[in-house]
């Protein structure tokens, strides 16, 4: 890692708004992409164009690509990634409003201390892990119960089983990451992820139907921008971006986009769609993203992993 003060801190302070505010705001343009086009052709639309252009240009500069056993990883972490983690995702987001979507979805490193323990055995389930996941389920409770007199609908219960399934696979690609052969290049292993995740997206999307009765003509402007800003902003330049402050920041510093980005889905989801925010979406955020902290801080020196996989 390049010492930090060597960096001009516009830079820094540029990529770090990036990770915090595009990426945060891909939540609601999922939500608007959705409206129009179905969910897996959308994911499969952004994610293979962006795998394109990241593969292609790292080939162009003449990064070696995966070998025959490294494809075999890449299919099983871009089936993990994108078809599952993703897929449902997209699918939720028909569903459930998309800063709750984010909030949900920030349960990952939950899901990650959980796989560390279970599946690596690297980890052991500390007293402050303990507290921390019960924040978590704390948190998750208070948005989906239809008991609890909180206020305000409770989230979709399909598209919260939708939403707590996709961050378990996430965490276990996360695990699986550290064991598998990849490509040495971070990027090429990303784009070759993003690209695979997108073609087996577009093969799922014809497997549901979806294809049946949709036109392009009739998607508007609106949607077309959603996926456009989807794939350039939030694939292509917000991993850029992140891939640039891993190598110049620590770990704990880049990690905080973890429990930003939900604030910024929830403001962006209330301005600009209109979305609501009651005691229960305040109370169940809160919960939840006191347990990113606790979980991140308690990993401050453990490494971040490079994938496709980053929050875009």
């Known amino acids: ?6 960096i001009p801190r516009w830079q820094t302070l540029l990529a770090f708004g990036i990770i915090y505010f595009v990426w945060g705001s891909t939540f609601y343009a999922i939500r608007v992409g959705v409206r129009e086009v179905p969910p897996l052709l959308l994911a499969a639309m952004r994610f293979l164009a962006a795998g394109l252009a990241l593969y292609g240009w790292m080939l162009a500069r003449g990064e070696r690509g995966p070998t025959r056993r490294e494809w075999a990883s890449v299919l099983l972490l871009g089936f993990l990634i994108f078809v599952v983690a993703y897929g449902l995702l997209f699918w939720a987001e028909q569903r459930v409003p998309s800063g709750m979507a984010a909030v949900m979805a920030a349960t990952i490193p939950a899901f990650m201390a959980l796989s560390e323990i279970v599946l690596l055995r690297t980890q052991k389930l500390t007293a402050r892990l303990a507290l921390a996941l019960a924040i978590g389920i704390a948190g998750v409770v208070a948005l989906v119960s239809r008991s609890l007199n909180l206020g305000g609908a409770p989230i979709d219960t399909a598209g919260a089983v939708a ?6 696979s996430w965490s276990v690609a996360s695990a699986l990451l550290r064991k598998l052969p990849l490509p040495a290049s971070k990027a090429m292993s990303s784009g070759a992820q993003m690209l695979a995740g997108g073609i087996m997206l577009a093969i ?3 497997a549901r139907g979806e294809l049946r009765g949709f036109h392009l003509s009739a998607v508007s402007a609106g949607a077309w921008f959603a996926l456009l800003y989807l794939i350039a902003a939030g694939s292509i330049v917000g991993f850029t971006a992140y891939v640039w402050l891993i190598h110049h920041q620590s770990p704990t510093r880049v990690g905080t986009y973890a429990y930003v980005n939900p604030i910024v889905a929830v403001v962006i989801g209330y301005f600009l769609g209109g979305e609501a925010v009651g005691l229960r979406t305040l109370l169940g955020t809160a919960c939840i993203l006191a347990s990113v902290v606790l979980i991140t801080t308690a990993h401050a020196k453990a490494p971040v992993p490079v994938t ?4 875009d």
């Open 1 to 6: 890692m390049k010492a930090a003060n060597h």
């Open 163 to 168: 939403l707590i399934i996709g961050p378990i």
């Open 204 to 206: 799922a999307s014809a």
């Open 308 to 311: 496709a996989a980053a929050r």
